[in-house]
């Protein structure tokens, strides 16, 4: 898809947050995949090429389908991007996501990733430099199935200490940083100031990425 054909990017309204209160997961994906799906699909397309020179290689996107689900809708969504094309789970990779309250920006290394012993190891060796150069606004979290998190100017040694070992001791850990936007944020409707945060949360995120390498 060329620059002129390209869709713009609208952002986001309340209205895509309210999907997750529909009851019921045929309801829930038939409004999901209408409203919110081609948003983030259109965002995988728009951000891959500037992931790919922020990360030196091809990055590609991944919109969730949640296509196990048989039972339980799904509450939250989002696009991935990783340096395979084949998927991201098993890869370290970036997410534009959202839960009912917020969108989140992040950078991840889930529980199916052979990089968590990697990226612990890398952590603890550079987490001084970490520790100085996250935002401290962004927020930590062990779980992507929850949309809680810690804020980084709360982390003190002791609690990456527990991701670390985590990381190198729990089959099924996982670690995710980045921003979250509260969904009655004005930014999130300007398509164009929204694509520039996300641009520059990644950049801020790029240290976190190599280090699970």
């Known amino acids: 898809m060329t620059a002129n054909t390209q869709i713009q990017f609208t952002g986001f309204l ?21 409203r919110v799906r081609p948003k983030l699909t259109e965002l995988g397309t728009q951000l891959a090429p500037h992931l790919s020179v922020l990360c030196g290689e091809e990055m590609f996107p991944h919109v969730a389908k949640h296509a196990r689900r048989t039972i339980n809708p799904p509450n939250d969504t989002w696009v991935a991007w990783a340096n395979n094309k084949r998927g991201y789970k098993a890869h370290p990779h970036f997410q534009v996501g959202m839960f009912e309250s917020h969108l989140f920006i992040i950078f991840a290394v889930i529980y199916e990733s052979d990089n968590k012993k990697i990226f612990a190891k890398h952590l603890d060796e550079h987490l001084k430099e970490v520790r100085k150069t996250i935002p401290a606004h962004f927020f930590w979290s062990l779980d992507h199935m929850k949309p809680e998190g810690t804020l980084h100017s709360e982390m003190d040694q002791e609690a990456f200490r527990t991701i670390i070992q985590k990381l190198e001791k729990v089959q099924k850990s996982e670690v995710l940083c980045g921003l979250r936007i509260e969904r ?15 641009e520059q949360t990644f950049e801020q995120l790029l240290p976190l990425y190599k280090l699970a390498f």
């Open 184 to 198: 009655d944020d004005p930014i999130l409707a300007n398509g164009d100031q929204l694509l520039a945060t996300i």
């Open 14 to 34: 309340p209205q895509d947050f309210d999907v997750f209160t529909i009851p019921g997961l045929e309801a829930r994906m038939s409004e999901l995949i209408e």
